[in-house]
């Protein structure tokens, strides 16, 4: 998934896509850090649990009357989604 993740973020680069890059080196960021934890998740958890987090502060911040923000949100967590399989 690595080399996935890597091949997005020079597809990011070259369009000038800042959302997707700073999404997708977050991901790799988070799998980086996931591999040399002491009981490392699955690729697909890491991923799902970037989503669920997402959808909290989503939640949190249209409570708040942050539409702006929860946009943001809402826009990384598609962004995470279409790196999960069908």
């Known amino acids: 998934m690595l080399q996935e993740i890597n091949n997005k973020i020079t597809e990011a680069r070259k369009n000038k896509n800042e959302k997707e890059l700073l999404v997708y ?4 960021s988070e799998l980086i ?13 890491v991923l799902r649990k ?3 987090e997402r959808d909290k502060a989503e939640t949190l911040y249209l409570e708040n009357g942050r539409r702006d923000l929860a946009k943001k949100e809402y826009d ?4 995470i ?4 399989p069908k």
Do not use: A
């Open 50 to 52: 970037m989503i669920k």
């Open 76 to 79: 990384e967590k598609i962004i």
């Open 33 to 45: 850090t996931n591999e040399h934890s002491k009981h490392p998740l699955s690729e697909i958890d």
């Open 81 to 84: 989604s279409t790196l999960l």
């Open 25 to 28: 080196q977050l991901i790799k």
